[in-house]
């Protein structure tokens, strides 16, 4: 490698140099990792060496943040990330912005975000977000009432809560202390293409899509998904949704754009985003997936939120396969997997690129019960 691509790779931060070689600061005298968060020199003011010992032989010595010195120093971007989430912890009531973590640790805000979220899959915004829901959570299955539930988690205020948390829970924080209790489902069973499928929704969206042989285990699945929630099966009033997903399953409506209410974490909600946006027809694998969210290593990961995506079709995690081309798996079974494929492939191409159409919430408000 010429010193431009050394140089390159410095500006960039990529740890997979590291310990490949160390570069320099004239005006400074410290010698450091590629990866080293440090703010960058001047480029006439850098100079690279292939290992430690001939950066101190030319009098440099070594940065005390990134320890080049020691192979066996933690990557500097981790414990970046590490002090950002302990920060946040810290002050989880009132978490600091990015501006102020940036400054507490010494690097600009856009490297601390751009570093944070490759490593931990969110922004800090969102990380401290994830955190207050969670320990609110915590505290609601423990029966603590709302209001104490809502400062001890680190909300100012009960208008902070429902307009942000409202949104995560899919359900009011009073509803989700009781186990769904309060909370109202309707659903439908109706035979399709791949057996049974289950439709369940609440006044705000869809919440279940389920594939099945069995109407008793479709009913089980839905009523462990909400064990305290009121569901009633009514036949009657999912017309519209009922249309949109079989159609969708015999290729004539191209995505079923349902409004939707269910919960998931930071990840999974990213996860379900880009199955969503995979054309009809294409696959994509789990490390590509990962990739995509920045996150090269959490293959795994993105298996486990195709797993526990609760509606189907809508969101085609059927659409997501292994490296070396084989199915992976399939919360409805590795046949209906294959039917679902083997049929958007046989769709023709411009049946493919139909405009999306959409159902509006207030659509379901007007014409449900529930």
Same mark, same amino acid.
């Given at each position: 490698?010429v010193?431009d ?8 931060r990529?740890?997979?140099?590291? #310990?490949?070689?160390?570069?320099a ?15 960058r ?5 850098a100079v ?5 010992e ?6 440099f ?7 080049p ?10 414990v970046?990330?590490r ?21 507490s640790?010494?690097v ?35 029966g ?7 400062y001890? &988690?680190g ?5 902070r ?9 899919g ?10 209790? #309060? ?9 399709c293409?791949l ?39 009514d ?7 009922v249309?949109?997903?079989l ?16 919960r ?19 696959t ?27 509606v189907?079709?809508?969101v ?22 294959? &039917? ?25 408000v ?5």
């Amino acid at each position: 490698m010429v010193d431009d691509d050394l140089w390159r790779a410095a500006v960039e931060r990529d740890a997979r140099y590291d #310990g490949f070689f160390v570069f320099a600061v004239r005006t400074t005298g410290v010698y450091c990792r590629p990866s080293c968060p440090a703010r960058r020199p001047k480029r006439e003011n850098a100079v690279f060496f292939d290992r430690p010992e001939a950066a101190e032989c030319a009098g440099f010595r070594p940065c005390k943040r990134c320890q080049p010195q020691d192979p066996a120093a933690p990557d500097p971007r981790v414990v970046l990330a590490r002090r950002a989430c302990d920060l946040i912890e810290a002050n989880i009531e009132d978490p600091p912005t990015l501006a102020v973590l940036g400054s507490s640790l010494y690097v600009s805000p856009h490297h601390l975000q751009r570093t944070f979220k490759h490593l931990v899959g969110v922004t800090p915004h969102q990380y401290a977000e994830a955190r207050r829901t969670a320990r609110l959570k915590v505290r609601l299955k423990e029966g603590e009432p709302v209001t104490c539930a809502l400062y001890e &988690a680190g909300y100012g205020s009960s208008s902070r809560l429902y307009e942000g948390v409202f949104k995560r829970l899919g359900m009011t924080p009073a509803t989700y202390r009781k186990g769904g209790r #309060g909370m109202r489902i309707g659903y439908t069973i109706v035979g399709c293409p791949l057996g049974l499928l289950l439709i369940g929704a609440t006044r705000k969206g869809v919440c279940a899509v389920y594939l099945g042989d069995s109407e008793e285990k479709l009913e089980l699945e839905l009523r462990n998904e909400y064990p305290a929630a009121e569901i009633r099966r009514d036949d009657s009033d999912f017309g519209p949704q009922v249309d949109a997903l079989l159609q969708s399953l015999d290729g004539t409506w191209p995505h079923p754009d349902l409004p939707l209410d269910v919960r998931a974490t930071a990840f999974q909600r990213r996860v379900w985003e880009e199955l969503v946006a995979i054309p009809r027809g294409e696959t994509r694998t789990y490390g590509e997936i990962a990739r995509r969210l920045d996150q090269p290593t959490a293959a795994r990961a993105v298996a486990r939120a195709c797993a526990t995506n609760p509606v189907s079709v809508v969101v085609p995690c059927h659409r997501v396969v292994r490296e070396d081309g084989g199915l992976g798996g399939y919360r409805w079974g590795l046949e209906r997997k294959k &039917a679902l494929l083997e049929g958007e492939r046989d769709a023709t191409p411009d049946l493919a690129d139909e405009t999306r159409g959409r159902l509006a919430v207030d659509d379901i408000v007007e014409n449900s019960k529930w």
